[in-house]
């Protein structure tokens, strides 16, 4: 598994650059993770993040937009606003989990 | 006596009971199974229906004859579970209770989850599904008639069953419009919600060109927020103008799941994935489409699943611990145009390989490869699910994923 430098830390991550390991993730990793997608990470941001982060810890699957907007309370178009193009993706990889996909 | 309560007489409801029947001793227990149409659908078959290549006869059954004798068939509309009582409340006002509860509904396309859809006035005129037995016959008029222009083949959000169905409605129409010698006359636009048509590396690297090959424009990251007229709209402003919308709408378990306290956001029941009891309950298993489990919600992944927990349940009523685990097996034929298909085999961990896929007799057939072998076994598949799968006999496939004959291809392949 690729390990990568982000922040000083040594850190894994798969072959697209999302992070593989849950525990490796801190909110400062996050601020790095998103600038680099060009992102500055605000409140609002950090809300759909810890949403991610905590329906993670217990379902084991990165939560959909539907469920974030649902559960999470965070329209859908706040989502992309927040983050343009690809709110699923840039949110999966700021919030250090692995990329939604589809089955082939 | 003990009561097994089955909701729904679709694929996995049929299959539970049929393997239970012959399995759970019949002084010991009662079977009982909801169901409120009485027409079974091969559902498989609705792909093919539009394009005329099947008619109604391939797709339609009555429901009584599929069911094992010693199992009750209940005709019914579930209006909730009361799981504090073990009781399943029917919307005529019938109550019947259980010991242990299958839930097995599926999901539904719901067209009144996207504004303008439904209630746009262009529902079954320019707006069509195919993954309803009606819907796929309208559809099929409506291609009959069209006489070029834009269409637009197009998924509403993930999970939806048979996730590559909607790609193979894409390579069929491309097959079909050619065959009418109108091709240059219809665009083809692929919109999904996903990053891109193919997403798991070996399956884009080997299969993305397939799209390009056949002039289908890809449209990804495309999550609609509503239907103005005749133009989907995403809810980054996108828009994308049809003459022929194919949509997958919305797909949604039960209201009841959701009225009974049993479901997600989409009315799926969470479960656990390698045994799917329901989570938090130890009574009520979620089988078939109408679970969260993160694999494709498939016929495959109900027939495999439903192996692991035949045996599982046993085991569990018995008082001992469920040893099977499933690990979310799914196979899929593919179909690509022109007779041939491709076929994938996955699981939780294993992304679609290229390689053989051996079954005894039918074939080898090849994985991840645009092959004729491919199609015949998607073809042969409907006489297997009417007389193998559905009366629950025994099939010579292995439950859980097996790599023999698959490889994972190098990174210059």
């Not at chain 2, 309560?5 to 996995?12: E, I, M, S």
């Not at chain 2, 209770?97 to 005129?125: C, E, F, K, N, S």
Request: proline share 8%; glycine share 8%.
């Amino acid at each position: 598994m690729p390990v990568t430098t982000i922040a000083g830390r040594d850190i894994h991550v798969d072959d697209e650059g999302f992070l593989a390991a849950y525990n490796e993730w801190d909110p400062d990793l996050a601020k790095q993770l998103a600038a680099q997608i060009g992102i500055e990470l605000t409140d609002a941001h950090f809300k759909a993040i810890d949403f991610l982060r905590a329906d993670y810890a217990t379902q084991g699957e990165t939560a959909t937009l539907r469920r974030v907007s649902t559960l999470g309370g965070i329209p859908t178009k706040e989502l992309f606003t927040l983050f343009p193009k690809k709110p699923a993706k840039k949110m999966a990889y700021i919030a250090g989990l692995p990329k939604p996909h589809g089955c082939v | 006596m003990r009561r097994l309560l089955v909701l729904g007489a679709g694929t996995a409801g049929t299959m539970v009971v049929n393997k239970l029947r012959r399995r759970l001793d019949r002084p010991d227990w009662r079977i009982t199974v909801v169901e409120p149409s009485d027409t079974h659908y091969y559902q498989p078959g609705y792909l093919f229906l539009p394009f005329g290549a099947y008619g109604p006869r391939q797709v339609v059954k009555p429901t009584a004859p599929l069911i094992a004798d010693g199992v009750e068939l209940v005709r019914g509309e579930v209006d909730r579970v009361a799981t504090a009582e073990n009781r399943v409340l029917l919307s005529d006002g019938r109550s019947l209770p259980y010991d242990y509860l299958v839930i097995a509904t599926g999901v539904t396309p719901r067209p009144d989850q996207t504004p303008g859809m439904l209630d746009g006035g262009r529902w079954r005129r320019s707006i069509f599904d195919f993954y309803t037995y009606d819907g796929a016959l309208a559809l099929r008029d409506a291609l009959d008639r069209f006489d070029g222009g834009r269409l637009v083949v197009h998924i509403t959000d993930l999970p939806i069953k048979c996730p590559v169905a909607p790609l193979e409605f894409a390579f069929l129409a491309d097959a079909y419009f050619r065959r009418r010698g109108m091709r240059d006359r219809v665009e083809l636009v692929y919109a999904t919600p996903l990053p891109g048509a193919f997403t798991k590396p070996i399956a884009s690297a080997r299969l993305g060109s397939m799209l390009d090959d056949r002039k289908i424009t890809v449209e990804p990251d495309f999550l609609v927020e509503r239907i103005d007229g005749t133009t989907l709209v995403s809810y980054d402003e996108r828009e994308i103008p049809f003459d022929l919308l194919v949509t997958v709408p919305l797909n949604m378990g039960a209201d009841y799941v959701a009225r009974s306290g049993l479901g997600n956001e989409l009315n799926l029941v969470p479960v656990d994935r390698h045994t799917l009891l329901a989570k938090g309950h130890d009574t009520i298993f979620a089988l078939g489409d109408a679970n969260d489990i993160p694999t494709s919600k498939a016929g495959s992944v109900a027939h495999f699943s439903v192996e692991v927990f035949t045996g599982n349940f046993l085991a569990h009523v018995a008082g001992r611990p469920m040893t099977g685990s499933f690990d979310g097996h799914a196979n899929c034929f593919v179909e690509s145009g022109d007779g041939r298909a491709l076929l994938v085999d996955f699981n939780y961990d294993t992304e679609p390989l290229p390689g053989s896929y051996p079954v005894p007799a039918l074939g080898p057939f090849r994985l991840l490869e645009d092959a004729a072998v491919n199609h015949w076994g998607k073809l042969a598949f409907r006489w297997m699910y009417w007389n193998v799968l559905l009366p629950g006999r025994p099939i010579p496939l292995p439950a859980h994923m097996s790599m023999a004959g698959k490889h994972i291809p190098k990174p210059e392949e």
